[in-house]
């Protein structure tokens, strides 16, 4: 860990507080445990040391004190401060006092209680709680948001598209960049192009401004992408198997660890012919940790074991190539980023709020060194077949560094952490906005069941189309919301709030009338899924 961290002792102090947090606060409640059953057993077995007894009653009263600050503390956090919230969230200590504090509130039974964000709406009725299903038409309430399920609310359906052969097969690049902002796309800084190559891919092809990811975490989003699938209730496999069915050749290459997630990612990453990932250089890593959430390799070595593939593969059936570069994820820099478009960088110890305007630009420097990798691969792929591909480029998420004061992204659904690029070019897609992942995968089999290839991609604009986008697990949402390219609905299940497009947030129960359409439009839609969730069995998503 030391070379990883550049030899610097402040920032294996800065990466190694993150991961002993929780294990430093467990053992105090431990040795306050333990104090307390010192000072008991001197209590009871010898009375007449009184010297003894104070001592272990002031160990133990000082130990039981400072656990009782932390458990104080922790709790005014998670209920007032989101990021906060997240945070403990996070962490086994997080999880615990979640735990301890819904336990010793649930007066019901139902497994919420009063105390922490999701609260129990009602209780003393084990009927109602938070994220129950809400049987339509009963009068009841369930979940305590939006009152009933209008019965007459149509059921939640996902049509898998028709399994039909392609009459076009031409070799096809997709590519997915971690953590990568929408408006980093056409930026400058510095007076040079941050992105000249996308935005070649797009003066050839077409852009999206109105893509968006549907969760800000990338095993949710890759599994939305993959599938097609907004509620896993779609059996028909991935993008991987649309192209096995119809003779390619698959490749997939991925700089992070896709084991991250399991077997419930439904990516399809074992049924490609061919399958790289950053576990195979993980001595390359330039990552600090190799946990499976965190082992990653840069560009460069993607694109030697992308060229080494490319010098030796099968030539006689097209290319479906899956590429993923993850080199603009936290912390945005490594010693392979070269100077570009700044020179600028930090530390992790020194990522702060004061720095957002240096921490923007190395950010930058970092995308345009992917931008550069992009234009690489292409070029390899076009020399590998003999032509330009066709090629889709989009995103898991987006980032967002200190805008609104986060550091990251899973954390809100706004532009900067969900709203993703979407640039295609080489293919007749058609993409209806706003477009959301799930919508991919079936606008490419579609553009590639066409008859007239030639035909450009353009964007489409779909009247009263929303894109359904969730903060957390599916079925446990800490907010959903709709998105359509103008601003969003959200409600927020902690807190209990609606927050309409361009207005602040208010209680649900503060919409009357046509007012509160869009948020009920949004609730119902949540609800229906889960019901369709339930009913078709399906995995789940986290």
Known sequence: MFDLTGRDAGEIMAVASAHMAAPTLLSLGAISALGATVWGVNRLSAPANRASVQVSWRLAGAAAALFVVGFLTAGVLSVTNDTMEDGLRRKSTGNTYTRLTAALTDFDGD?????????????FDPAIYPYALDIPGNGIDENGVGGDLPSAEPAYVEVPAAATPWPHRPNVVLIVLESFRADVVGRELNGKPVTPVLDALAREGVASEHAFSHNGYTVQSRYHLFTGSLAGLRQDGSILDDFNANGYETAYFSAQDESFGGPAAGVGFERADVSYDARQDRDRRYSTFTTAGSLAVSHRTLQERLDAFLASRDQ?????LYLNFHDTHFPYHHREIEPMVSGKSLTQRQIRPSRQDTLFEMYLNTAANVDRAVGSALDAVARAVGAPPAVVVTADHGESLFDEGFLGHGYALNDVQTRIPLVVRGLPMEIGEPFGQVDLRDAIGRALGRDDMDTPPRTVTVPGKMVFQYLGNIHRPRQIAFADGTGRTIYDFRDDRVTLAGGTPV????????????????????????????????????
């Open 507 to 542: 209680r649900q129960h503060a919409l009357q009338g046509p007012a509160a359409e869009p948020f009920l439009n949004l609730v119902y839609y949540w609800e229906r899924m889960m019901l369709a969730r339930a009913a078709g069995g399906a995995p789940p998503i986290e």
């Open 111 to 123: 497994g919420y209680g009063i105390g922490g964000r999701t609260s129990d709406p009602a209780p």
């Open 316 to 320: 006689s059936r097209p290319l479906f």
